[in-house]
């Protein structure tokens, strides 16, 4: 990467760039932080491609490739932590430019904070408590959370979420069946067949956080109750949530997008089918042709939005592919907010995703805004326990959630297979 082209990428992150005013030493440094951090992965990017080479070259020889290979390691690492403080600067910035906070419900959530601290509950406020004394969290708060579990879930940020009142939600697919034919002027005209119906139901489970705090840190008001709460909940939830979108059973939980692929448990689960596997080429190993083929295998139609997702494990593996020429298919990306490329298409890091190995699925490719739908039940709750851990405080907080496959068709798998 030549110098020019750095400087026309860290000017675009610029604070005048970006849309705000400079403020003094703080703005300066974080235009020089994403500066350098543009500026080190280019440098890393050509450190990796230089090292990958001496490993090839290696091997060939028969010599021993075990310094070259942890020296490569350094660098992925050096690759993924660069990438990442470019997204973590668009995510501030755009945070600072559109981040406007929500309007609250003053009267709910002081009373929520209250109930909180002391455990009293107004009966006139009957908005979020039950027969059980269970609160739902105010508006803002329950965005919060939301709002940061979108951050840390991969699989949020790239599915479909929709919010439900009810225990599931249904959709209806048209599987076909309408006919039709020919006649002549005259003939009569018989009834055709009709398409028909058939239903998929996601019904949502039920994911619970039981963080504690003494009384005496609520009495004295010496943590802000609202980023502490949704900072612990958002811990567990993602942690949660993350595995079983990926591998999640559907028993009091999602189902998870790899139960969908053909020969899984959930195969014939959908009306369209199960998610078609396309083979990597290599019993043991990803390849260029593998990718190649995963990529050609989805119809055109669902190719505008579409992406991979995979483990850092597996990204590691398919840095070192290369096309018939000789170049990478993997690409890194030098703009905050955009992600890394794998045959022209956004790569997208699950940590649930499994590892490379013989008879593994651990690339997904395909749109999955249209083929996997996550489903909030409206709320979280929370329960203020003062009695099981003294002098603990319990919030024993949950959240309803369902997932699963709604189009199989917009999907592909690569099985490690040759």
């Not at 919060?144 to 949020?156: A, Q």
């Not at 298409?345 to 499994?354: G, I, L, R, S």
Request: charge should be neutral; aromatic fraction near 8%.
């Amino acid at each position: 990467m030549n110098k020019s082209t750095l400087a026309a990428l860290a000017a675009f992150f610029t604070p005048s760039a970006m849309g705000f005013v400079p403020r003094g030493i703080v703005s300066v440094r974080a235009e020089t932080d994403v500066k350098a951090s543009i500026e080190q992965l280019g440098q890393a990017f050509e450190a990796f491609k230089a090292t990958h080479k001496q490993e090839v070259e290696a091997l060939k020889n028969g010599a021993a490739t075990s310094e070259v290979q942890a020296k490569l390691e350094k660098i992925e690492a050096d690759l993924v932590r660069h990438q990442k403080e470019i997204e973590d600067a668009h995510v501030k910035a755009a945070a600072g430019m559109s981040g406007k906070p929500g309007v609250k419900d003053t009267e709910y959530s002081d009373a929520f904070a209250a109930h909180m601290k002391k455990g009293e509950v107004q009966a006139a406020l009957n908005k979020g408590a039950d027969d059980e004394g269970g609160y739902l969290t105010p508006t803002e708060w329950d965005r919060t959370i939301t709002d940061k579990l979108v951050l840390v879930s991969p699989m949020r940020q790239i599915a479909s979420v929709v919010q439900t009142s009810k225990n599931a939600y249904t959709k209806l697919f048209n599987v076909g069946g309408t006919a039709s034919g020919w006649v002549g002027e005259a003939d009569a005209r018989a009834e055709t067949a009709t398409s028909e119906f058939a239903p998929l139901t996601i019904t949502t489970g039920e994911i619970y956080a039981n963080p504690a705090a003494t009384q005496q840190i609520l009495d004295d008001s010496e943590i802000n109750l609202e980023q502490w709460l949704a900072g612990e909940v958002q811990t567990e939830f993602a942690k949660q949530e993350g595995t079983a979108f990926v591998s999640g059973n559907g028993t009091n939980k999602p189902f998870g997008i790899l139960t969908y692929v053909t020969g899984a448990a959930n195969a014939a689960k959908h009306p369209f089918g199960a998610i078609t596997l396309v083979k990597s080429g290599n019993a043991n190993l990803l390849t260029a042709d593998g990718i190649i083929d995963l990529v050609y295998d989805l119809p055109s139609a669902f190719t505008g939005n579409a992406r991979f997702i995979m483990n850092r494990k597996t990204m590691a593996a398919a840095r070192k592919l290369k096309d018939g020429s000789g170049t990478y298919l993997w690409q890194p990306s030098y703009l905050a907010g955009q992600p890394s490329t794998l045959a022209g298409f956004a790569v997208t890091e699950v940590p649930d995703m499994p590892d490379v190995a013989a008879g593994a699925k651990p690339i997904m490719f395909g749109d999955f805004r249209q083929g996997y739908l996550i489903v909030d039940r409206v709320g979280v709750r929370v329960l203020r326990d003062p009695y099981t851990k003294k002098p603990y405080v319990l919030f024993y907080t949950t959240k309803r959630v369902g997932g699963g496959v709604v189009n199989p068709k917009c999907l592909r798998a690569l099985n490690v297979a040759a």
